[in-house]
């Protein structure tokens, strides 16, 4: 009782604070970064690198009330082709511009539901990919799946193209809750997805699991994590549903009476995340949670984990270059996000541009702070010295960014001889003690709650 007192003097259960998948988060994003600053950090890629590259789709069968994803629903085929035609195109302008030898480590197809797509179309982007920007062998290649939206012949293409990784959306197995978000999606048809990927031979399974949905008790969620930890995925992301109808107007049809009070929500994930322990899952980060062995564990054991738009990830390579509507480039100078309306992108790139509608120039204060809170959300901890010499500034300015944190957040903050670090059972706490570092915290409407 004393913590849950301690953090709520901290503000813990009022906070809207930023995920910090990007820094500076993407509502800081302005129209500084165009066409000609994407043109000049492509060419800049150095010649024979590797990047990573993500597709994103935007269409959904169904559309799902929780979720915030800038999505359109469709029932035809006809303006999903028409989008695959201009992904290709733009897939065309972009390659042109990329220097000689530049190759694809990763890959990574979202949405929106890249499984709505027949499997030809899986085949044809796929096959149009490696024609434009040639592919390391290694390469890994993961995709976000609707196990409602797939069936065995999409299942074959995704395979015969190469996917390594599946990431599966649940959320919550719960009918009642199904009925009360929007997205009814029953543990046999799940279960029957899992099979026919592990039968396929896809090495890593990711679940997106989600805590402080409507009707979710502790009860209900213990039910949900035992049915997924049955499923044996290798990775599971246990996510903060994040009520924003305000941004997400889909989200109005929530009852908001039926939410989980803050104080109830992280009861909810302490729940979940004492039931992968016990399991044998290592945590990873804030709210991920891998098996030991899987590289998303091995990265956070060696310092190797990073985040990006996907949450936590052990993808390392300094260029995503990222292609469809709305989809976020990061270069080492800074982010580039497409038009995020399909039509306004489709209009850019069909005459023959790029479709780059705003972004962010980083400065080198932006460098430096986005390295301390990628620390923080990564590490729970912050070397001065490794942060400054990674990032060209000195130890002390690194311990300038964070003079005070021990004063902020009483008892949470540990001197070591490197720098600071934060206390395991003030873990919770990493966004708002991220948010410290933030030269940009300021408004908080935008962000969902710290917990
Ligand atoms: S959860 Fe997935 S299927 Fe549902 S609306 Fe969002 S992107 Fe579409």
Redesign the pocket.
């Known amino acids: 009782m004393e913590k849950i007192a301690q953090l709520r003097r901290l503000g813990l259960f009022d906070a809207r604070v930023p995920r910090y998948t990007s820094y500076p988060p993407a509502n800081h994003f302005s129209g500084s970064v165009g066409e000609t600053e994407v043109n000049r950090w492509l060419m800049s890629i150095p010649p024979g690198s590797e990047i990573s590259v993500y597709l994103h789709i935007p269409f959904?069968r169904?559309?799902?009330w929780f979720?915030a994803?800038r999505?359109q629903g469709t029932s035809s085929g006809k303006p999903i082709a028409a989008y695959l035609e201009t992904l290709k195109t733009e897939l065309a302008i972009v390659s042109d511009k990329l220097p000689q030898g530049v190759r694809i480590g990763r890959i990574h197809w979202g949405?929106?539901?890249p499984t709505l797509l027949s499997p030809d179309s899986i085949r044809d982007l796929a096959v149009t990919l490696a024609l434009h920007i040639p592919i390391a062998p290694e390469a890994e290649f993961s995709v976000e799946i609707?196990p409602s939206?797939i069936d065995e012949a999409r299942l074959d293409a995704l395979a015969d193209c190469g996917m390594t990784r599946a990431s599966i959306?649940v959320q919550d197995f719960d009918p009642e809750i199904q009925k009360t978000i929007g997205?009814p999606q029953s543990f046999e048809t799940t279960k029957v997805c899992v099979d026919g990927l592990r039968a396929r031979g896809v090495e890593s399974l990711n679940i997106d699991l989600l805590y402080g949905l409507p009707l979710q008790t502790e009860d209900r969620i213990s039910d949900s994590v035992q049915k997924v930890l049955s499923l044996g995925p290798d990775r599971v992301a246990l996510y903060g549903y994040a009520h924003v109808p305000w941004m997400a107007r889909r989200q109005s049809m929530i009852p908001t009476d039926a939410l989980p009070t803050p104080e109830a929500r992280l009861a909810l994930f302490d729940v979940a995340r004492r039931l992968f322990v016990w399991d044998g899952y290592s945590e990873v980060g804030i709210d991920h949670f891998a098996r030991p062995g899987d590289s998303l564990d091995e990265a956070a054991r060696s310092g190797r984990l990073r985040r990006n738009f996907q949450g936590y990830t052990d993808d390392t390579f300094d260029t995503l270059v990222a292609f469809g509507a709305s989809a976020i480039s990061k270069f080492p100078a800074g982010y580039a996000q497409n038009a995020p309306a399909t039509s306004a992108y489709q209009e850019a790139v069909r005459n023959g541009n790029l479709a780059t509608a705003r972004g962010h120039v980083f400065s080198e204060d932006d460098i430096v702070r986005a390295a301390i809170i990628e620390s923080i959300m990564c590490e729970f901890s912050v070397d001065f010295a490794e942060i400054g010499a990674r990032t060209g500034v000195s130890a002390e300015n690194v311990a300038e960014i964070l003079n005070g944190l021990e004063d902020a957040f009483p008892g949470m903050i540990a001197r070591t001889t490197t720098g600071i670090s934060i206390h395991q059972d003030a873990r919770e706490m990493a966004r708002m003690i991220a948010r410290f570092a933030d030269a940009y915290a300021g408004s908080s409407s935008g962000h969902s709650f710290a917990i």
């Open positions: 959904c169904r559309l799902c979720c994803c999505t949405g929106g539901t609707d939206e959306g997205r």
